[in-house]
């Protein structure tokens, strides 16, 4: 048996390298660790559903979560149909283009508000971070495999690029008159 980290041979029992002190990973502990990923594939996703039905539900008294949920629902399917692989050519052109379509429908729910330009100013998380995040989160599950290196620096760039274009538009729409 050899350790993970450095590469040292290590005694039977062992419960640490002793070149390097790295724990010892047995048997159990790598199937505990195989169930909990599985555990938490898609733990997210799935709570940003149950997340965007509350929001539905809680809506009928304020459209701001209404639009909310549905923009998050939608964000989430396009999501994880992006971050679900295939290799079929006709599969992942329909599989695009409904995520495409789950995108501009968000922004056609959003841009068909009244007076949209003074809802962003005075909700910006559901007018602008959201459909910012659900871009970026998008993007970052279309082109995940290109952001190898440093992945987490840029996602966190390009979602502050997206929440700027967001609240800067917002804002430009506040000044504009509105109907």
Known sequence: MFCEKCGNEIKENAQFCSKCDEKIKTTIDKEVSTKSKKFLKGFNSKLALIFGILLIFIGYQDVNYFVAGVS???????????KNKTTDKKTLIIKRVFEIIFLILIFVIIGLQNNVSILAVENPVVYGIIPAWILTAYLVALFGNRFKQNSKKRIIIISAIFISIFIIIGF????????
Do not use: E, R
Not at 173 to 179: G, I
């Open 72 to 82: 998050i629902i939608l964000g989430t399917v396009a999501y994880k149909s992006a």
């Open 172 to 179: 430009t729409l506040q000044v504009l008159p509105s109907n």
